[in-house]
């Protein structure tokens, strides 16, 4: 299949890092659920590791759903795949029962902030007890005064790879650079939301301003 990660010389990493989790925590023929799928590339990563899952993904996009039914066929059942916008979590009605591992890749700055925090309180609700809930994503940058720390990572990821991710002149110009379509959530954000879940919440891996969290629903939630 097609690799949608080679302009992002550091994403391999921390999706191997994500869908390793899955794959060690994951119950023998457990579900899981990817919220964003794309064209299948995490599922297909996680196939190589764990074909016993039963894998569901979610997109937008119905030709992307077409693609991802090829790519996926690594898992030992059919894969279920269902078109809804996430940003409207009642879309997710006919994704029922609990999962094992639910994540999203790579999706969450397309979403404005409140429904990224709606989008996480229905993965805490369809999380198995002692399933994991992970986002992959993008965090924004907030303060003026350490943004030349973020473009020293983005020039050392550009000089250690011979590719790179994104920059910025100033930080005024990556403001500037933020639209409708990428409106990435400051790490506090996540905490909270997850928090508000009824979920805790653990930093796995943070490279320049790409995160991986994993959470879990509160022993002590109601």
């Given at each position: 299949?097609?690799?949608?990660?080679?302009?992002?010389?550091?994403?391999?990493?921390?999706?191997?890092?994500?869908?390793?989790?899955?794959?060690?925590?994951?119950?023998?023929?457990?579900?899981?659920?990817?919220?964003?799928?794309?064209?299948?590339?995490?599922?297909?990563?996680l196939a190589e590791k764990r074909p016993d899952l039963r894998f569901t993904g979610v997109d937008l996009s119905a030709d992307s759903l077409a693609e991802a039914r090829a790519n996926l066929i690594g898992f030992s059942s059919p894969p279920e795949l269902v078109a809804a916008d996430l940003s409207d979590p009642e879309q997710?009605?006919?994704?029922?029962?609990?999962?094992?591992?639910?994540?999203?890749?790579?999706?969450?700055?397309?979403?404005?902030?409140?429904?990224?925090?709606?989008?996480?309180?229905?993965?805490?609700?369809?999380?198995?007890?002692?399933?994991?809930?992970?986002?992959?994503?993008?965090?924004?940058?907030?303060?003026?005064?350490?943004?030349?720390?973020?473009?020293?990572?983005?020039?050392?990821?550009?000089?250690?790879?011979?590719?790179?991710?994104?920059?910025?002149?100033?930080?005024?110009?990556?403001?500037?650079?933020?639209?409708?379509?990428?409106?990435?959530?400051?790490?506090?954000?996540?905490?909270?939301?997850?928090?508000?879940?009824?979920?805790?919440?653990?930093?796995?891996?943070?490279?320049?301003?790409?995160?991986?969290?994993?959470?879990?629903?509160?022993?002590?939630?109601?």
């Amino acid at each position: 299949m097609q690799d949608p990660i080679a302009r992002h010389p550091t994403r391999a990493e921390q999706l191997d890092i994500l869908v390793s989790a899955i794959a060690d925590t994951s119950p023998a023929t457990g579900r899981v659920l990817d919220l964003g799928c794309g064209t299948g590339y995490a599922g297909h990563l996680l196939a190589e590791k764990r074909p016993d899952l039963r894998f569901t993904g979610v997109d937008l996009s119905a030709d992307s759903l077409a693609e991802a039914r090829a790519n996926l066929i690594g898992f030992s059942s059919p894969p279920e795949l269902v078109a809804a916008d996430l940003s409207d979590p009642e879309q997710l009605a006919s994704v029922d029962g609990r999962f094992d591992a639910i994540w999203s890749a790579l999706t969450f700055h397309d979403l404005e902030h409140p429904a990224k925090q709606a989008l996480i309180g229905w993965m805490a609700q369809q999380v198995s007890d002692d399933g994991f809930v992970y986002v992959y994503d993008r965090v924004r940058v907030t303060q003026a005064e350490t943004f030349p720390l973020q473009q020293a990572i983005w020039k050392r990821i550009e000089t250690v790879h011979g590719a790179g991710m994104r920059t910025a002149d100033s930080y005024a110009a990556y403001v500037e650079d933020l639209d409708r379509t990428n409106r990435p959530a400051p790490l506090a954000n996540y905490f909270e939301w997850f928090a508000d879940a009824g979920m805790t919440a653990q930093l796995l891996h943070l490279h320049g301003n790409i995160m991986l969290i994993g959470g879990a629903r509160r022993t002590d939630a109601a």
